[in-house]
């Protein structure tokens, strides 16, 4: 029998890099072979299992990237814009599959990782579960089906440990709901009302945000019509959605052409 795919796990230390790992860890469709944490990092040169509290696993954290991924099937990656953009650089030379949960990324971060995506498969998504993947296309279709009458507005709730806003999620949603109207997200997007901001223009994409507590991450897209309102709303109660939808992703990614995917892709959606 083959062996079984060898995941990576960079930003080992993180809320999510530790979901990762035990997600990794309890299947039985693929195996860790190396977690990755920044140069200088505490945790660079011991073993993970006891970094994590836990009995030695015989993988030992590392600030090599080029080294840790050679050989390895794919990389979870959810840390931050900078670090995403530089380990595509190094999957596309690998060609170890990149799964990007990271958000907060900007234009130019996103051109780069095109770029890289020439040399291996990549697969971003802002969320990762089966459920705001679905809520997407729901969000498609409750959008083309009503007109400017019906003010779109996008509220998410996250941890306050949280450093980018919008959220990547109320990003997807937000561009699920322009697709669906056939316009350009960044045309119609309004990310920061404060003070005297005038009336609401019609056909714009509202965000709200809001930061508190422990919370894992819940988002709202609001049509808000003449008489009436409908809201389409996730919450997740667990990041354990997101680590099993990038170890599914990871999965789905083996024997792919190289380029950039999404998670409707991997979902078939
Ligand atoms: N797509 C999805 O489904 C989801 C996406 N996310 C996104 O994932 C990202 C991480 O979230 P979260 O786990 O809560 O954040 P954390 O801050 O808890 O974790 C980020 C980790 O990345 C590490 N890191 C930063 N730079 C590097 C580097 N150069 N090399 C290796 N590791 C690095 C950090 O290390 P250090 O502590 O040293 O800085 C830290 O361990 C965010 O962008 C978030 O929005 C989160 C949940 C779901
Ligand atoms: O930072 C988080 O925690 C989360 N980030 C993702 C996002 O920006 O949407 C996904 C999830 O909501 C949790």
């Known amino acids: 029998m ?4 060898g995941i990576v796990v960079t930003g080992a230390s993180g809320r999510m890099g530790r979901m990762l790992i035990e997600t990794v860890r309890a299947s039985d469709k693929a195996r860790l072979t190396g977690a990755l ?11 993970l299992g006891l970094c994590l509290g836990a009995g030695e696993l015989g993988v030992i954290v590392s600030d090599d990237a080029q080294a840790t991924l050679t050989g390895a099937d794919a990389v979870l990656d959810f840390t931050a814009p900078s670090a995403t953009v530089a380990l595509a650089k190094v999957a596309a030379t690998t060609g170890t599959a990149h799964i990007i949960g990271t958000t907060g990324f900007t234009d130019d971060d996103l051109a780069a990782i095109a770029d890289s995506a020439r040399g291996t498969v990549i697969i971003r998504a802002g969320n990762m579960s089966l459920g705001v993947n679905l809520l997407t296309v729901l969000v498609k279709k409750v959008a083309a089906a009503l007109d400017e009458d019906y003010d779109i507005e996008v509220v998410e709730a996250h941890h306050n440990r949280k450093v980018d806003a919008p959220s990547g999620t109320a990003l997807m949603l937000g561009e699920a709901a322009a697709e669906g109207r056939g316009v350009k997200l960044a045309d119609v997007a309004d990310r920061g009302r404060d003070g005297i901001t005038g009336a609401r223009k019609s056909g714009d994409i509202g965000f709200a945000v809001i930061r508190g507590g422990g919370i894992v991450g819940e988002h709202d897209v609001i049509f808000a019509g003449p008489g009436e309102r409908l809201t389409l709303r996730h919450v997740a109660d667990d990041r354990s959605l997101f680590s099993k939808g990038a ?6 990614a083996q024997g792919k052409d190289a380029g950039e995917y999404s998670m409707l892709d991997v979902l078939g959606l």
């Open 37 to 47: 944490e920044r140069p200088g990092h505490d945790w660079v040169g011991k073993d």
């Open 247 to 252: 170890l599914r992703a990871a999965l789905w």
């Open 2 to 5: 083959s062996e079984l795919p």
